[in-house]
């Protein structure tokens, strides 16, 4: 128990951390800064086989949070993570055995390298050849990112010793708070049953995986729609940015592929008929399967399972990070610092 509460305490740091880097404007949608890796950074304490644990169950719990739970971001999120995570901790045990031949800021920016890499590399087999040259900036970002996710493990001095969990008293118990979504007194669901979860989670999985099938333009703005009206309904508040973003994304790793008759050209890049067609069939299908993923994070796993209790410590450290006062890194702090959490 004690193992799985530490490992829980140092998942709800990568969402603590996620959810800080959310705040920080970005212009792609799955291109982060990587803060997530202030934990991992500060884990390899851990057996190979808890941080291997560490690291898969943190990017589903991620994917969850950031509603990308059904959408080709997740097996990114999981490849990127598993790799750069497994470099870094490997290379963290020659440093124990040669103290001399890398330092913890070599360390982070080689995982950061390798993450910037794999992401390239499976943007290559979905969106094209067009993404390839997105891999030399990354690579440069990535080397700052790491240099910074560095100092900032260090600088925030993480403790290794997971804070005290205690709960408020008249807060209801951990299987009743198994599903809270505002559909589940439509759908007559009893949020005592695990069923349910499950249930409803393969749904949306079958619907997403039914969309990437489907390549009809008119039929995918119909199943958008509705997306965005079951994400609506759920309770998730639906943000446009994000989605523009992405579609602007989309639409030019596609310019360097040009297909079928030329419609315009812009600084000698042009825009084909073909092209666009595949851009926005390609876009239609990501925001319709980023709306029903925000749909699935309305789902509240059992406290008794491992995500659903990082998710209690990561709720407790993003309360007392927004009461406590000061900038945005001294309130970072005073969560971290934090000894008991009050759920």
Not at 8 to 15: D, Q
Not at 84 to 91: A, D, H, K, R, V
Not at 94 to 113: D, L, T, V
Not at 209 to 230: D, Y
Request: charged share 10%; proline share 4%.
């Amino acid at each position: 128990m004690q193992s799985r509460n530490k490992i829980a305490y140092l998942i709800s740091l990568t969402l603590f951390f996620s959810y800080v880097e959310m705040l920080i404007p970005h212009v792609t949608p799955f291109f982060r800064l990587g803060l997530s890796n202030i934990a991992v950074l500060n884990a390899f304490y851990l057996p190979l086989g808890s941080f291997i644990i560490l690291l898969f169950t943190k990017s589903i719990a991620v994917s969850m949070m950031n509603g990308t739970l059904f959408t080709p971001f997740l097996i990114i999120s999981v490849c990127q993570s598993l790799s750069s995570g497994l470099l870094m901790f490997f290379l963290n045990k020659f440093r124990e055995k040669h103290p001399k031949s890398i330092s913890i800021y070599g360390i982070s920016i080689a995982g950061s390298g390798l993450s910037a890499a794999v992401q390239i590399a499976l943007c290559l087999a979905w969106l094209g050849e067009g993404t390839k040259f997105f891999l030399g900036p990354m690579l440069a970002i990535n080397t700052a990112t790491g240099f910074l996710t560095a100092f900032l493990s260090d600088f925030l001095d993480i403790p290794q010793t997971e804070p005290l969990l205690i709960f408020n008293q008249g807060r209801a118990p951990a299987l009743s708070r198994a599903l809270r979504c505002p559909l589940s007194p439509l759908l007559g669901l009893h949020p005592k049953t695990r069923l349910v979860v499950f249930t409803g989670a393969l749904i949306l999985l079958f619907c997403a995986g039914a969309v990437f099938f489907i390549n009809s333009i008119q039929i995918l703005i119909a199943i958008l729609i509705i997306s965005l009206l079951m994400q609506f309904f759920s309770g998730r508040k639906i943000l446009i940015s994000p989605h523009i973003f992405m579609w602007l994304f989309i639409l030019i790793t596609q310019i360097f592929l040009p297909e079928g008759k030329v419609i315009f050209s812009i600084l000698g890049l042009s825009i084909t008929s073909g092209t666009l067609q595949s851009g926005i069939i390609k876009a239609l299908k990501l925001s319709s399967v980023s709306a029903l993923s925000q749909c699935a994070a309305c789902i509240r796993l059992p406290e008794t399972t491992l995500i659903g209790k990082s998710l209690l410590y990561h709720r407790a450290l993003s309360d007392i990070m927004h009461t406590s006062e000061g900038s945005l890194l001294k309130k970072i702090r005073t969560a971290l610092n934090a000894r008991v959490l009050s759920i």
